[in-house]
């Protein structure tokens, strides 16, 4: 009997896994022609699991503090062995994971996945986009650059317009009146504890949700399968559809690996908080969209700000998007192809004001 | 009391009189009885609702009608509530005497009230200096400002000739302005640093109005393409050098060939410094060749290059030295030491900027590249002391530098090829595995089928 047989045979008599398996093998995945948009999600819980890797690994030298945070970024970049390796991977895989994150949330939407009985499903991945937006905006500012510092100034700015509470908002992310070392201590403590603790918590259940109803068939797919039963194909999710799942996990390492070596992420210039607002400055191309509609506004419609007005718009809209599973009922009539539509202006929407915001001088 | 002694006024007094009844208020309805009675108590009214407040504050009659006088007379309301005297408080009366608050002509233009009019050209210095000199006077306004300005301009060219009776020659106001006079802070000032050129090339461009005085006119146009002017009107260093800076403004004269020295070393200090130390200090004055102009120029100060030393076409060494001369090997030395420190430098900083375009952090490298800059910049300042030792050392501290930061951006390429290798190597691995999990996937599948 060989090691690997013995160790098999140990965890089998401890932990019964071979039953674990048997749940695993029994898990069908549906193989159809939107099959590969199944993958996204996983994608995107790989590209987390790299950045939590990678982002231990930077803490072993970063230090948070105004003083610190540049050089020891730079001391990543320069002196530590593949030092450059791991902060290039952990900044591209962050703009990869939050890209397939959307994409993730745009193929369960068209593909309609969120009807009953996966609202909560939804909601919990509604969620975790959030908290992934929450990443990326956190973790932007901790090389304290000179782009980061200001965007980082703009974009609190910007949450601080939420009527009511704006000032409250924009005081409890800066730690005080100005974006300073307080704010960066801040965010290292959301970009490092808070939110990976919920992540990792919403993680769980959106998985256990998935587990638990399993995955949905496109409308287009079930009828077609209803109709023509013999048409049905499934694969075992263990091992057919896991091994085809690491195909595309490789993929995206070999994406990251070319990215991180012919395109490093760039260092930039050491924040100087009383220097004053270098020309062209703007956020992360996630939050594009938002930032350019803020810039087309207005300075007031009415009687109200223009700013207001965007950042309430924004609120709402997102708000309607979170609960949009609760109002398609109608999976066959009118409303069906409303919310299809909506779907499509929203994409578009994005897709355009995101390159506005780049193209626009 | 008045500060200025009375004297006879040459206004004519007559136009003025019949200007102002056509402009003052009301004068159309007067002129037009017939226009009616109402208009007439509509306008006595606004004229007694206008002249409540007015009477509280300062009436001045002087610019209600000079605002409406054509030039030479003609005094602009902006031009003189923008100025320093009128911000200071300094108004018509307090120059020309008179009674502003009177509205009658007559009054507010008597003798009786001190009034003293506009001083003639030739006055002008002096009708200043009555306030400017008056140092006492002058600290109830602002404690720093200088009062010497007309004992600087009697020792000056243009005070001498003034002193001769020369009309021409330049006065106060000619440089500052007359009723518009502005302090030189503000860039409107005719006396602004960046205006300063323009203000003196007023006279000193035109060569119809020097002829008379037997000077060049080109003084302008060679400081327009200087290095000074560059430094000063297009890099918008206010601290650079203007004609006063080097002329002196109410004292202003040519520098002569023996202080002109000590007038480029106001700013350049260690220049002259090492040119005091070295040889060239005693050769130049055997042959009353004055420092610092005989290589750069007077008004046409070029920024310098390295082929200003040395014994290639363009250097100025050659002007003195002969081939195989002391100096001129010395020069040829000094160039060669300059131009390999500087293409040093430039190796460094290509590889460098080619390391950074490829990704590769190199800022510490480009940050120590600065030392070598240093380096460069001080040997380029000991040549005005002639020695070349002095200059060895900076240039090897520079050289060393600059083949520290090279070898960083050889090292910064090398690691680019090194990672690229990386790449290529796990992408065949990659490769490999994906391979392997696709014909995993595949067997796995054919065995379900059968």
């Known amino acids: ?361 | 009391m008045s500060r200025f002694p009375s004297h006879t006024c040459h206004i004519p007094l007559a136009p003025l009189r019949r200007r102002w009844l056509e402009h003052r208020p009301g004068a159309n309805a007067l002129r037009r009885p017939r226009a009616g009675i109402l208009t007439l108590v509509v306008s006595l009214f606004g004229v007694l609702i206008a002249l409540g407040p007015a009477n509280a504050q300062t009436q001045n009659s002087c610019l209600d009608c000079h605002s409406t006088l054509d030039p030479p007379f003609q005094v602009s309301g902006n031009d003189y509530t923008d100025s320093i005297h009128a911000q200071k408080g300094v108004n018509c009366v307090s120059c020309h005497g008179g009674d502003a608050s009177s509205s009658d002509l007559d009054r507010a233009m008597s003798k009786a009230a001190g009034f003293r009019g506009a001083p003639e050209r030739k006055q002008i210095p002096e009708f200043c200096a009555k306030c400017h000199s008056d140092s006492a006077y002058i600290r109830g306004f602002d404690p720093s400002l200088r009062t010497d300005q007309y004992s600087q301009y009697q020792t000056s060219v243009h005070g001498k000739l003034h002193a001769k009776g020369d009309d021409k020659t330049a006065v106060c106001t000619d440089c500052h302005g007359v009723h518009d006079i502005r302090p030189p802070s503000d860039q409107r000032s005719r006396v602004h640093p960046l205006n300063v050129a323009q203000t003196c090339s007023r006279c000193h461009a035109d060569a119809a109005y020097m002829k008379p005085y037997g000077i060049a006119t080109n003084q302008f146009a060679d400081y327009s393409a200087s290095v000074h002017h560059d430094a000063l009107a297009v890099r918008g260093d206010l601290s650079a050098p203007t004609c006063s800076t080097c002329h002196g403004s109410h004292g202003a004269a040519p520098p002569g060939v023996s202080s002109v020295a000590r007038v480029c070393s106001t700013c350049h200090v260690f220049q002259a410094q090492l040119f005091d130390s070295g040889s060239h200090k005693d050769a130049f004055a055997a042959l009353s060749l004055p420092a610092c102009i005989t290589c750069h120029g007077n008004h046409r100060v070029q920024h310098p290059t390295d082929i200003l030393i040395g014994t290639s076409e363009g250097s100025i060494c050659l002007k003195c030295h002969a081939s195989g001369d002391g100096g001129y090997l010395a020069a040829a030395a000094m160039h060669d030491d300059l131009v390999k420190l500087d293409s040093a430098i430039k190796r460094s900083d290509d590889i460098l900027a080619r390391a950074e375009r490829s990704g590769m952090e190199v800022s510490e490298a480009k940050l120590a590249e600065a030392d070598a800059r240093d380096d460069l910049t001080k040997a380029r300042v000991e040549i005005h002391s002639v020695e070349q030792p002095p200059l060895e050392n900076d240039v090897g501290a520079g050289l060393k530098v600059a083949a520290a930061t090279y070898q960083s951006g050889l090292n910064a390429l090398a690691e680019l090829r090194y990672r690229r290798k990386g790449l290529l190597a796990s992408v065949v691995i990659i490769i490999f595995v994906l391979i392997g999990l696709f014909l995993k996937i595949r067997k796995l599948e054919s065995k379900d089928t059968k």
Do not use: C
């Open chain 1, 1 to 361: 009997m060989s090691a690997l047989d013995r160790t098999y045979g140990w965890l089998e008599d401890h932990f019964r896994y071979g039953e674990f398996l048997a749940l695993l093998r029994k898990k069908l995945v549906p193989l159809h022609r939107f099959s590969y948009f199944y993958f996204l999600g996983g994608m995107t819980l790989f590209l987390f699991g790299i950045q939590v890797f990678t982002g231990i690994l930077l803490l072993l030298y970063y230090r948070p503090t105004p003083n610190d945070a540049f050089e020891s970024v730079q001391y990543i970049m320069t002196q530590v062995r593949f030092g450059w390796l791991i902060r290039s991977i952990h900044s591209w895989s962050a703009n990869l994971m939050i890209l397939t994150a959307f994409a993730h949330m745009f193929s369960v939407f068209f593909l309609k996945s969120y009807r009953k009985p996966r609202e909560l499903t939804w909601l919990t991945g509604i969620a975790l986009l959030a908290i992934v937006l929450g990443f990326g905006f956190s973790g932007y500012l901790l090389p304290w650059n000179t782009l980061s510092f200001f965007a980082t100034k703009v974009g609190t700015d910007i949450a601080g317009q939420v009527p009511g509470i704006g000032k409250w908002i924009l005081t409890f992310l800066r730690g005080g009146e100005d974006v300073t070392g307080a704010t960066l201590t801040r965010f290292f403590g959301f970009h490092v504890a808070v939110l990976p603790g919920l992540a990792t918590l919403l993680v769980a259940v959106h998985l256990l949700l998935v587990q638990r109803f399993g995955m949905s068939l496109p409308p287009s797919v079930e009828d077609k399968w209803n109709e023509q039963p013999a048409a049905r194909r499934e694969v075992a999710f263990f091992p057919n559809f896991l091994l085809r799942e690491l195909m595309a996990w490789y993929i995206a390492l070999g994406i990251l690996g070319a990215l991180a070596a012919f395109l490093p992420w760039e260092l930039g210039v050491k924040a100087d908080p009383f220097a004053s607002a270098p020309a062209g400055i703007r956020p992360e191309w996630y939050f594009m969209f938002m930032f350019q509609t803020l810039k087309l506004l207005p300075a007031n419609i009415g009687p109200v700000p223009g700013d207001l007005l965007g950042v309430v718009g924004f609120g709402f809209a997102a708000l309607v998007w979170a609960f949009l599973p609760f109002f398609d009922r109608d999976s066959r009539g009118r409303t069906r192809r409303w919310i299809t539509g909506a779907g499509i202006f929203v994409l578009g929407y994005i897709v355009v004001l995101t390159a506005f915001g780049y193209l626009a001088k």
